[in-house]
C-alpha cells in the first residue's frame, strides 16, 4: 500500500499532535469521564476535521485514506477522542458536504471544521438498531417545516455535541420509504437529552438518549429530499466503518506496543518473557493482524475515494479490523499476566474500548450480511473484478 506524500506527512504530523496533546490526558479524562471537546478543538486548529471537504468549501481537500490514518493515530492515543472524531467527521460533517444546499454548507460547515461545534448522528432507536428502518420517529409536516417526535437511544455526544443529524419518517410511511433527515440544533425547544449511559468502556465519549417532543425543524434544517434519509445513513455508514477500523486497528498497535515493551522487559524464569515461545507466538499474532488489517481498512478507503462506493470493502474491514483488535487486546492482557488486569498498565483498557468496535455503526452479524449478500448477488469482492 503505496501512500502519497501528503499522506505520510500527514500520518507523521498527527501522531506527533496525539502524543504531545491527547494522550497524556487520556487516562484522566476516561477516569472523570471529561467530554473531549478540547481535543476536538486541537484537531479542528491543526486542520484534521473536514479534511475530506473540498477547500472551496473551506476543508483540507485530501484524501479518504488521509483521514482514516488520523482516525488510527487519534485512537493509539485516546479511543474516545476518535470515537467522537469519526462520528462528528465522517457521519455529521461528512453528511453536510455530500448531500447540504450550498446555503447549509455555508452556514453549518466553518464551525464543525474548526472544531467550535461538534456534530452527532442519531439513527438509533430502542426498537430500531441493526434494522434501522424500522425507526418510529416521525416528522409531522406543519406549516414553515416539520415537529418532530419521538426519542433515539446510544447517541454517541448526547447533551455534548452541538447539533444532531435527526433521522425520523414522515406520517404514514413505513420501512425505508420516508425516512428524512434533519438538523436540529442543541438548544432546539423540545429537544432534550437522558443521562448519560454508564458503560463498558469509550468511558469520556458520553452516550446517551436524545428525546424530541414536538420540535420544531425549519425547512432549512432538511438535509436532502424527503424520503432520503435511509439511503444517506446508509451512504454514510459506509465511510463510517472504515473509520471505526481505523478506531480498532489504532488500539490494536497500541496493545502490540504496549505488549512488546512488557515482554522485553518482564522477567521470569531468569530470562524475559518475550524469549517465550508463546509469548512470542502472541506478538506475531497481533503484527500480523494489524497488518492485514491496515491493508483491508486503507483499501476501502481507497476503493471509497476511486468509486464514491465500497460497502463491501468498508464491511470487510471493520469485521476484520473490530474482530482482530478484541482477540487481541485480550491477549496482551495475557501477555502482561496479572498486571494486565490492572488499570495501570492501561491494556484491560484497551480491552474494554475495543469491544464496542464489534456493535457500533453495524455488528459484525450485520457486517457478515451485508458481505454474504452482497457476494450471492453477484458482487465480486473488492478490487478483483477480472
Ligand atoms: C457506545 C455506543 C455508541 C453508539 N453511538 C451511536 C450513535 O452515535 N448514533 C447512533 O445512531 N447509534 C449509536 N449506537 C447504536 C449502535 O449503532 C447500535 O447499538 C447497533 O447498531 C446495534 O443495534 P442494537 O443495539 O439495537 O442491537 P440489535 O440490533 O438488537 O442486535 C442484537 C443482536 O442481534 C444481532 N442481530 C440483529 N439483527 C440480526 C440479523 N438480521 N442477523 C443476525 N444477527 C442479528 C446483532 O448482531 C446483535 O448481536 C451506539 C452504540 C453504542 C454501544
Not at 484524501?63 to 493509539?76: C, D, I, K, N, P
Request: with cysteine; aromatic share 6%; hydrophobic share 45%.
Amino acid at each position: 500500500m503505496e501512500f502519497t506524500e501528503d499522506e505520510q506527512a500527514i500520518a507523521d504530523a498527527v501522531r506527533q499532535l496525539v502524543a504531545a496533546a491527547i494522550t497524556p490526558s487520556s487516562d484522566q479524562n476516561d477516569r472523570d469521564q471529561v467530554y473531549p471537546r478540547a481535543n476536538l478543538l486541537a484537531l479542528g486548529q491543526h486542520g484534521y476535521l473536514g479534511m475530506t471537504v473540498p477547500p472551496a468549501d473551506g476543508g483540507g481537500g485530501t484524501s479518504y485514506l488521509a483521514q482514516t490514518l488520523v482516525v488510527e493515530a487519534v485512537a493509539y492515543g485516546d479511543p474516545a477522542t476518535a470515537v467522537v472524531y469519526e462520528v462528528h467527521n465522517s457521519l455529521h460533517l461528512e453528511a453536510i458536504h455530500r448531500y447540504g444546499t450550498a446555503a447549509q454548507k455555508a452556514e453549518w460547515l466553518p464551525p464543525l471544521i474548526a472544531g467550535q461545534q461538534i456534530g452527532a448522528f442519531a439513527l438509533t432507536e430502542p426498537d430500531a438498531g441493526s434494522n434501522a428502518a424500522a425507526l418510529a420517529t416521525v416528522a409531522e409536516p406543519v406549516e414553515g417545516g416539520y415537529r418532530l417526535r419521538g426519542g433515539k437511544v446510544f447517541i454517541t455526544g448526547a447533551g455534548e455535541a452541538d447539533r444532531y443529524l435527526v433521522f425520523a419518517r414522515l406520517p404514514g410511511t413505513l420501512g425505508r420509504d420516508g425516512i428524512t433527515a434533519f438538523l436540529v440544533d442543541k438548544g432546539a425547544p423540545g429537544l432534550s437529552f437522558g443521562r448519560a449511559e454508564e458503560k463498558m468502556g469509550l468511558h469520556a465519549a458520553k452516550t446517551g438518549a436524545v428525546l424530541l417532543d414536538q420540535v420544531m425543524v425549519p425547512t432549512s434544517h432538511r438535509l436532502g429530499a424527503e424520503g432520503a434519509g435511509y439511503d444517506m445513513a446508509l451512504r454514510l455508514l459506509e465511510g463510517g466503518r472504515i473509520g471505526i477500523a481505523a478506531q480498532a486497528l489504532g488500539m490494536l498497535g497500541r496493545a502490540l506496543d504496549l505488549s512488546l515493551t512488557y515482554a522485553r522487559t518482564r522477567k521470569q524464569f531468569g530470562q524475559a518473557i518475550g524469549r517465550f515461545e508463546a509469548v512470542q507466538f502472541k506478538l506475531a499474532d497481533m503484527a500480523t493482524d494489524l497488518h492485514a488489517g491496515r491493508l483491508l481498512a486503507y483499501d476501502a478507503a481507497r476503493v471509497r475515494e476511486d468509486t464514491q462506493q465500497g460497502r463491501m470493502a468498508a464491511a470487510m474491514a471493520k469485521l476484520f479490523c473490530s474482530e482482530a483488535a478484541v482477540r487481541h487486546c485480550l491477549a496482551a492482557v495475557q501477555v502482561h499476566g496479572g498486571y494486565g488486569y490492572m488499570r495501570e498498565y492501561q491494556v484491560e483498557r484497551l480491552l474494554r474500548d475495543a469491544k464496542v468496535t464489534e456493535i457500533y455503526e453495524g455488528t459484525s452479524e450485520i457486517m457478515r450480511l451485508v458481505i454474504g449478500s452482497q457476494l450471492l448477488r453477484g458482487d465480486a469482492a473488492p478490487r478483483l473484478e477480472s
